[in-house]
């Protein structure tokens, strides 16, 4: 064999590798996909459909599942807050391991009802990982990724939050026939598996797992990044209308009763699945800009539906289309903010950090106002989805005024 055959052979034979670059980069996809499914889908979502047998069992009343309720999103800021720090301190890889380790002793400990305030910290660590997860799963494996693959490998990515939504609809009532205790344990069991299975799937070294240098030239904030993080958060607001009170707005605000309710929740959890595959494929194929845009515009949409038509049809569109939209605009944000901040990983991942944490103060915020708002107006709940419309459309609008800004500049 010629040096000439030798080097096409080896050449060849290196392409064909199970190890190649592209092969890799799907391993780290479904790790990351295990990792939001674990700290996000099942951590967060599973907690829904286990509501009435926690207060039928009498393990708590029905105002404690609520504050229980919002333990996950109160940890869930604190873990989108200390997500760089915990990082810097053992590495973005460990951290995602132990993140996910963490969840899945939560379930295991959430089986045996203590007490009010053991249930209430293992809800708050719960959301905790899934707060961390966010920050730093995409940000571990977007580098090793090619830039015309960021959006469908983000997607996949966060395709995990959607398998959670649909798992809460489907798996938790057929773990609830076992019982209470059982469907805690059978989560914990399915996390276990889930985190054992992506352990070695990770990148063998992150890029810059390490404390930012102080001697890192600083980096303005554009007013581009600025505007993205606020419509992240008004994103999160417009989201809360569905995720929150779309299943009780059927069973009892239109009489419909809670199988019913039930069954708008698997749309949109199916909704969420295939959500983040293709947003993520349009921002791949139009930038990440113009598909963002088009997001608010179709979500905006889709929230403010329920106001103009409760017929079945338009309930089925909107709760399928937000259900998409709720770990869709994952991957478009994080494409943008890889458009916007091109060459600095480290400010890459600082950004996305920034921008988890507005997502979780106006999602925590809105959760807590829309229940007053719901409280003090007789139970109104198509106020509730015009506000969330109305979080879409301001969010698009400033969108346009920044175009239109920099336009004229």
């Known amino acids: 064999m010629t040096n000439v055959n030798t080097k096409q052979y080896h050449e060849t034979r290196t392409h064909l590798r199970p190890g190649s670059p592209s092969q890799q980069t799907w391993r780290y996809a479904v790790a990351g996909l295990s990792a939001s499914l674990v700290g996000l889908g099942l951590a967060r979502f599973s907690y829904t459909p286990l509501i009435p047998a ?115 609809g489907t798996l938790v009532p057929l773990l609830l026939q076992q019982g209470l205790q059982q469907s ?63 299943v009780d707005f059927v069973a009892r605000g239109l009489g419909q009763g809670i199988a019913a309710g039930s069954h708008y929740w698997v749309l949109y959890g199916l909704g969420a699945i295939a959500g983040p595959l293709v947003t993520g494929h349009l921002g791949d194929r139009s930038g990440f800009g113009p598909a963002l845009r088009a997001a608010f515009l179709i979500e905006a949409a889709a929230v403010l539906l329920p106001t103009v038509s409760t017929a079945p049809a338009s309930l089925i569109v909107s709760s399928i289309v937000v259900g998409g939209f709720t770990p869709g605009i994952v991957p478009l944000v994080l494409g943008r903010i890889h458009e916007l901040v091109p060459h600095s990983t480290e400010q890459q991942r600082a950004t996305w950090s920034h921008a988890t944490t507005s997502f979780a103060l106006f999602q925590a915020a809105a959760a807590y106002g829309f229940s007053w708002i719901y409280a003090n107006t007789g139970g109104d709940y198509l106020v509730l989805f015009a506000l969330g419309g109305g979080a879409a459309v301001l969010a698009l609008a400033l969108d346009l005024g920044l175009a239109l800004a920099t336009r004229k500049a």
């Open 54 to 168: 926690l207060i039928a069992a009498k393990w708590f009343s029905a105002s404690d599942v609520v504050y229980l309720g919002a333990a996950n999103l109160a940890g869930y800021l604190a873990g989108a807050l200390a997500a760089r720090v915990v990082a810097a301190r053992i590495g973005a890889i460990r951290a995602l391991r132990a993140m996910m380790g963490l969840a899945t002793l939560s379930f295991f400990a959430s089986s045996a009802p203590v007490s009010f305030i053991w249930f209430f910290a293992w809800r708050f660590l719960s959301g905790l990982t899934g707060g961390i997860i966010m920050v730093l799963a995409a940000s571990v494996i977007l580098p090793h990724t090619s830039p015309s693959r960021r959006g469908i490998v983000g997607g996949v990515i966060f395709a995990g939050v959607g398998l959670g939504v649909a798992a809460s």
């Open 184 to 246: 805690w344990c059978g989560l914990g069991v399915l996390s276990a598996v889930l985190t054992l299975a992506s352990w070695w799937n990770w990148p063998a070294e992150a890029k810059t797992d390490g404390a930012p240098s102080h001697h890192m030239k600083q980096h303005h904030t554009s007013p581009a990044v600025r505007v993205l993080l606020i419509q992240y958060g008004l994103n999160a607001v417009a989201l809360v209308p569905h995720m929150v009170f779309i």
